[in-house]
T-cell receptor
Framework: GIQVEQSPPDLILQEGANSTLRCNFS?????LQWFHQNPWGQLINLFY???GTKQNGRLSATTVATERYSLLYISSSQTTDSGVYFC????????????FGKGTKLTVNP | DTAVSQTPKYLVTQMGNDKSIKCEQN?????MYWYKQDSKKFLKIMFS???????INETVPNRFSPKSPDKAHLNLHINSLELGDSAVYFC???????????FGPGTRLTVL
């Protein structure tokens, strides 16, 4: 099956800083998604981004499908951005199964 | 309005017992899933149903049995619970297989 590698595994920021989280896939994927798991455990879908760039407020994501990676940008970070960010994708060939990375744990300090 | 709901939120039980977790979605999605998140936060799919039909059944012990009475519900029944079953179980739904998934709040299962 496909391997999903996220970097960095841990990230500590001061409020107001910008950051970039990366997700690499071992093979081509469909249906790439980014999720945020807040400190209370809730998983929120941030982006469905199989290719291209999308923006939602202070967050944006870019997927370069041909090079098998995706980036999540967080600008002007806030303490509420803390949590674990996961990317997930489905192997091409129609497995219809999302495979998750191990996540990036982000801590934003006031 | 809760999009994907699960009950119960917490479940503490003894080894060997049988328990069920219920999931309902009001998004009108065709596909529903069960995921397991272990103590290291790793998320892994267990089952997926599309229009009430099982389409993904990962390597999960047959003590775990999903049931989808209709498109809006996907329940998980676990027989003969073991210590290693302790985890957070998430239900999710999407418009179709693999598409943008929306997760429920999770059920934290603790087996003593």
């Amino acid at each position: 099956g496909i391997q999903v590698e996220q970097s960095p595994p841990d990230l500590i920021l001061q409020e107001g800083a910008n950051s970039t989280l990366r997700c690499n896939f071992s093979d081509s994927v469909n249906n790439l998604q980014w999720f945020h798991q807040n400190p209370w455990g809730q998983l929120i879908n941030l982006f469905y981004i199989p290719s291209g760039t999308k923006q939602n407020g202070r967050l944006s994501a870019t997927t370069v499908a041909t090079e098998r990676y995706s980036l999540l940008y967080i600008s002007s970070s806030q303490t509420t951005d803390s949590g674990v960010y996961f990317c997930a994708g489905e192997a091409q060939g129609g497995s219809e199964k999302l495979v998750f990375g191990k996540g990036t744990k982000l801590t934003v300090n006031p | 309005d809760t999009a994907v709901s699960q009950t119960p939120k917490y479940l503490v039980t003894q080894m060997g017992n049988d328990k069920s977790i219920k999931c309902e979605q009001n998004l009108g999605h065709d596909t529903m899933y069960w995921y397991k998140q272990d103590s290291k936060k790793f998320l892994k799919i267990m089952f997926s149903y599309n229009n009430k039909e099982l389409i993904i059944n990962e390597t999960v012990p047959n003590r775990f049995s999903p049931k989808s009475p209709d498109k809006a519900h996907l329940n998980l029944h676990i027989n003969s619970l073991e210590l290693g079953d302790s985890a957070v179980y998430f239900c999710a739904s999407s418009p179709g297989p693999g598409l943008a998934s929306h997760f429920g709040p999770g059920t934290r299962l603790t087996v003593l």
